[in-house]
């Protein structure tokens, strides 16, 4: 009886953890070059309302993705041009562009509120589905959250196993060592906050194409703000932020289970729950750091030697 | 050989901000008109509306005013707390409890005369704002959390818990189920100043104003902000009281914040509903990093803002088109602005190929 409930709730958990996981992953390989982006929340609304109109038009819920993704990194690139480009604070910078997106996707996609698409669809993996408890919870999903399994293995590998990877590292931590081994500091941060641009229109996208298969104005709904926490929580790492993308999947979809229950509780206090966590979660992170630092040069926009 | 020679100056320059604000100003103008013109909308003519509506009669400009008396209080805490490198994201959550500060005060004493009504709500608008902005204060300065997302966490829960209240506890049992409190009693609104359509929030302002530069200039505490805005260095030899400093200026600017609130539901809508969040907080981040910190600057920037929003509605109300479209112009301008700033700190100079 309690598996029965509980199943579908962990599914629901995953499937709504997989935009965050998306824009966490995002925000980590840009803070790991040493560029802070708060404009998570703007690239995602672009990202959602870009995939959404793309849908919309060809049909196709895979261009509609694509087109989430590259537009996504689209903004990100005013991010990088702004900030490593002509040294700008990277705080205000991002803010600037959280205004910017969320009004331009607003703006654009007034015509389009409440058209729905039929984006991606559920579809179980043969075999895998059977098998007991994660079948139901991981493999009865949508294509992008399958997708979503990869992703945090591709950052990892692309930080940890190649080249550029370290040279990225590098460009967080030490930004004189990577002027001093001759490599480009400024091509460097702008290939990982355009990367992670990519990676947060993909987490917009999702919202748009598998989640709720329409576009609102408040689609995003605070969700890049708490992939911003997220990174602090994970500690930077790739595998960290599978978890509390999830936790806070688990946490939306039991408030919106208990929300359809009907329960006594009013339903803002109920949506404030996710906000509250994030504050929590950002607390006991920070609290309890052992050796977990951010990245040296986070946010230090560097002084090229003439 | 990278043709163009960048060289950092020993004195940043100061005469281009007023050309790069102006300059940023022409280019969010012209993505704007862009935007209109690829949705098949009459640009020119869209952009006539925009200012005249903001700067082109007389009507127009006191509702410049109105607005900008809001986004004006909320931007001078911000300003400070931004010279301290410390982000303060929150007026929109400080301006909600502000505003629901006031509303208690009004909804548990309706009876009172204005004498005491107006000093309570302004007391509980402060209270509500200032708390708002202490507990990201606290947990930076205690647990080193980072105040950008805390404060941004708790404008979502502010605003939730407003509508909370305003579609619970507080709705008018006679306003057919529109979430809206009861209309406030007229000790509880602050009046219009004569016969024009400005309040006397705009005298607050003002005082505000003259307060902020009066403790920029003769204050200790004043002066050991600036010294911590500039120079953390110098601030932590002199053993100035950097955590106490961030405490102060958060509450400051959270009660400002919460008085811009107090004024909204006072003296604009007599009442408090959901539609009193216009992004004002928002807006007030915009203001604060164009202004830095005089507070004629912060002034003048409000104007500007607060012209952009009220020039968008005429386009709104005109030509239907939707009230976002500020964001893009305030999020361009911002950008430019900081893009800007390159070529006031950086010498550029072109070396040709060689």
């Known amino acids: 009886m309690t598996a029965e409930l509980l199943l579908p709730l962990l599914a ?11 824009a966490t992953l995002g925000e980590i390989l840009t803070e790991r070059a040493g560029v802070l982006n708060l404009g998570v929340e703007g690239i995602m609304m672009v990202g959602a309302l870009a995939a959404y109109v793309t849908a919309l038009a060809t049909g196709h819920a895979g261009l509609g993705f694509a087109a989430g993704a590259g537009c996504g990194a689209l903004l990100a690139a005013v991010h990088a041009q702004v900030c490593v480009g002509f040294r700008g604070n990277q705080v205000v910078s991002g803010l600037a562009l959280t205004i910017l997106g969320t009004g331009l996707a607003n703006y654009l996609g007034t015509p389009y509120i409440g058209q729905s698409i039929p984006g991606f669809q559920r579809t179980a993996l043969p075999l895998l589905d059977q098998i007991p408890i994660l079948g139901p919870v991981f493999f009865r999903q949508d294509p992008l959250v399958y997708l979503s399994y990869l992703a945090p293995v591709f950052v990892w590998v692309a930080l940890k196993r190649t080249t550029w990877g370290l040279n990225l590292r590098a460009a967080g931590e030490a930004p004189e060592a990577v002027t001093a081994a001759g490599l480009s500091f400024a091509r460097l941060r702008w290939s990982a906050v355009v990367l992670g641009g990519l990676l947060m229109g993909c987490g917009g996208a999702y919202l748009s194409l598998a989640y709720t298969h329409l576009w609102s104005t408040g689609l995003v709904a605070g969700r890049g703000w708490i992939a911003v926490a997220l990174v602090i929580f994970a500690f930077w790492h790739p595998g960290r932020a599978v978890l509390g993308a999830y936790l806070f999947g688990g946490v939306m979809a039991f408030q919106f289970r208990l929300q359809a229950l009907g329960t006594h509780l009013p339903s803002s206090l109920l949506l404030m729950l996710p906000y509250l966590l994030t504050i929590f979660v950002l607390v006991a992170a920070s609290v309890r750091r052992r050796g977990q630092a951010p990245p040296a040069a986070l946010g230090v926009n560097h002084e090229p030697p003439d | 050989m990278n043709p163009i020679s960048v060289h950092k100056r020993t004195d940043p320059l100061t005469w281009p901000a007023a050309l790069i604000l102006g300059l940023a100003i022409v280019l969010s103008l012209s993505v704007s008109a862009l935007l209109l013109h690829w949705q098949d909308k009459p640009a020119r003519d869209a952009l006539v509306i925009l200012f ?23 931007s001078l805490g911000v300003a400070v707390a931004f010279r301290l490198q410390v982000w303060n994201i929150g007026a929109e ?47 930076k300065v205690r647990l080193r959390a980072n105040e950008i997302i805390v404060s941004l966490m708790l404008n979502y829960v502010c ?46 302002a003002l005082a505000c104003a003259v307060g902020f530069w009066i403790f920029f200039r003769f204050s200790r505490l004043g002066y050991e902000l600036k010294v911590c805005g500039e120079s953390p260095r110098v601030a932590g030899y002199a053993r100035l009281p950097y955590h106490g400093l961030v405490i102060a200026v958060m509450v400051t600017g959270g009660a400002l914040a919460g008085w811009a609130g107090f004024l909204e539901v006072s003296a604009t809508l007599n009442r408090l509903q959901p539609s009193i969040m216009v992004g004002y907080g928002y807006t007030a981040i915009v203001v604060a990093w164009l202004a830095r910190l005089s507070p004629a600057s912060i002034a003048a920037a409000s104007l500007l803002l607060a012209g952009l929003r009220v020039g968008v509605e005429n386009l709104q109300l005109e030509m239907q088109v939707p009230a976002a479209f500020g964001g893009i112009m305030e999020g361009v301008l911002l950008l430019t602005v900081l893009a800007g700033g390159f070529f006031v700190r950086y010498r550029v100079r072109w070396r040709g190929f060689s």
């Open chain 2, 52 to 74: 005249q509506g903001a700067f082109g009669s007389w009507h127009a400009l006191e509702d410049c005013t109105i607005k900008a008396v809001p986004i004006f209080l909320c």
């Open chain 2, 93 to 139: 959550g400080q301006f909600a409890m502000g505003a629901i500060g006031a509303t208690w005060v009004v909804l548990q004493f309706p009876q009172w005369p204005a004498f005491l009504l107006l000093p309570a709500m302004m007391a509980a608008a402060a209270l509500g704002g200032g708390f708002c902005g202490l507990i990201p204060a606290l947990l």
């Open chain 2, 159 to 204: 605003i939730l818990f407003l509508e909370y209240l305003v579609y619970g506890p507080w709705k008018d049992p006679v306003s057919f189920g529109f979430p809206m409190t009861m209309v406030f009693p007229p000790a509880a609104i602050v009046g219009a100043i004569g016969s024009s359509r400005l309040n006397w929030g705009l005298v607050l």
């Open chain 1, 12 to 22: 629901a958990a995953v499937q709504t953890g997989t935009p965050i996981l998306y």
